[in-house]
């Protein structure tokens, strides 16, 4: 032990001053006695001199590499969700060549591992059913493999969170490079973006106003190249969230896939994670309270995905930091949209890179932030965005001149939530944030489906659509089936808008009065499983009350005939995660990932 000890610390640099002081300043240790470099995890594998220590590095050099590659070297795992099916990660091979010539540079060793990849559009029935899975695998791959810290490799909406909780967990010291947003696209003179227009163009085309040669001329546009899309969907919101909480470099999240600056990030990220190694700057240092508060402000003021309300509870439990529906409520109310972005806004995700990108947001944002939180550069916040001042004041507002007057997110909760649903109030209708109307329900998204076409479906702009059985268990993995689609009838008289309501999740990319992430959901009893066709429902968007005007003694009724609905999964991970994922409003993360205490390092034999 004490040879490799000796090894190891022959090949540590000291770290710099302005490191040192920022770790002792976490560590409550004074400036004079500088902090010890830890010893590398991996050369529990590679330094010993015994049998197993000469198989490991028999089967280093079985691949052509040297002894010397893996002794006293920090070694870093490059988790990399690329696929041949993952259209938003295309370019995240060549990505991970430029994250190995960073570590190579800085005196480390990569080592590409490939993860889940959870492409948003091609993966069913969601890729949310999986982004706890991909969490297990970012955890597992890094406990079983000989790895000092990681650059992980992301992007496409579940891929950022999936990603960061199994790094959490794990508690190696690592580093979030996002995929980086597609190229801006337009169509006939006007600005189009993924998922925002996909959506307003297919309720043109079942309103008659779009023929289906156009349509199929539309199917080349909007996704211009590889990149994450480049509306403030749930990928640019994550990525931006990972950027706000300190678990990437300045300004990576804003960068677009294409742009030379890209790969220039990525050979960056692979530098910064061999120095963060030798510092032992693990995200357990990083993410507080506060970094997460300050990655919620970043979400009011982007426009944010809904679906960030499920995703940053998530990671903030792996973290041990207790978020809640409130909490998040509470920084929307005082945080307004400065991104001038769809589905808030109308401008892309190139726009906002031009306009000074996340850092010169956060830094007009200043004054709703912590500064002093500490981030992968090893600097605290102040420092990295400090400078960094906004170019074009459409496209990033000032905070008195805000893209929408109403808030980016609203919790709101009552009798049919009462555990609290949330709703995007600047991407929705101003004349319904006041509304009660019939509710026309349905128990499944294949019968919903089926009802939209109907010519004779009985609803008018009033009614209240409702779908269940679509949320974590009922789904299962709550699907974006939220937005629920306008009945073609209505929109072939004009209606583009109505309140739907539902247990499910919504795409970053849409918009629409849609009550989402209703808990408890239908499937496990929640109220919404009660409600009937004709039921008066109320939302009140500045009350934040959700209402079913259905007395107790009414519902008491009809919860005592409910039946549970008969779940076809009875084996494998879909039955292992009904069975243990937790309820929206509590991160729908399995149950047993947010408990315990830290499991052992393996024991190598
Ligand atoms: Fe991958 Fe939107 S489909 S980011």
Partial sequence: MASMLAVTLLFWPCPQPHVLHLLNRRMNQPDSKPPQPPALRSQ???????????????????????????????????????????????????????????????GGMPFELPAMSLGEVLVKPTTMLYRNFLAMEAEELLRSLPIDGTVLLGGCDKTTPGLLMGAISMGLPAIYCPAGPMLNDRYKGKTVGAGTHTRIFWDERQ???????????????????????????????????????????????????????????????????????????????????????????????????????????????????????????????????????????????????????????????????????????????????????????????????????????????????????????????????????????????????????????????????????????GAPGMPEWGGLPIPRKLLRQGVRDMVRLSDARMSGTHYGTCVLHISPESAVGGPLALVQTGDEIELDVPARTLTLHVSDEELARRRAAWVAPVQPFTRGWTQLYQRHVTQAHLGCDLDFLQAGAPTPEPVIF
């Fill in 44 to 106: 529990r594998w590679f330094a010993a001199d015994d049998l197993r220590g000469f198989a490991h590095r028999q089967r280093m050099q079985q691949m052509g590499l040297r002894r010397e590659d893996v002794i006293g070297r920090p070694i870093i795992g490059i988790l990399n969700t690329w696929s041949d099916l993952s259209p938003c990660h295309a370019h995240l091979r060549e990505r991970a060549e430029a994250v190995k010539r960073g570590v190579l540079l800085a």
């Fill in 207 to 473: 309103a008659g106003n779009v023929t289906p040669e156009e349509w199929v001329r539309l199917e080349s546009r909007m996704t211009r190249s590889p990149g994450t899309c480049n509306t403030m969907g749930t990928a640019s919101t994550m990525t931006a969230i990972a950027e706000a909480l300190g678990m990437s470099l300045p300004g990576a999240s804003s960068i677009p896939a294409m742009d030379s600056a890209h790969p220039r990030m990525a050979a960056d990220c692979g530098e910064r994670i061999v120095a963060m190694v030798r510092e032992d700057l693990t995200p357990q240092r990083i993410l507080t309270r506060a970094s997460f508060l300050n990655a919620a402000a970043v979400q009011m003021a982007l426009g944010g995905s809904t679906n960030a309300a499920v995703h940053i509870i998530a990671m903030a439990g792996r973290a041990g930091v207790a978020l809640t529906l409130a909490d998040l409520d509470e920084v929307a109310r005082r945080v307004p949209v400065l991104a001038n972005l769809f589905p808030s806004g109308d401008r892309l995700m190139e726009d906002f890179y031009f306009a000074g990108g996340l850092p010169a947001l956060m830094n007009r944002l200043h004054e709703h932030l912590a500064l002093d939180e500490l981030t992968v550069t090893g600097r605290p916040l102040r420092e990295n965005i400090a400078g960094h001042e906004v170019v074009d004041s459409d496209v990033i507002r000032a905070l008195e001149h805000p893209v929408s007057p109403h808030p980016a997110l609203a919790v709101v909760s009552g009798n049919l939530a009462p555990n609290g649903a949330v709703i995007k109030p600047s991407a929705a209708s101003e004349r319904f944030f006041r509304h009660r109307g019939r509710a026309l329900v349905f128990d499944n998204q294949p019968q919903m489906q089926a009802a939209m076409v109907d010519p004779h479906l009985d609803c008018d702009e009033t009614t209240v659509l409702v779908l269940r059985n679509a949320g974590p268990v």
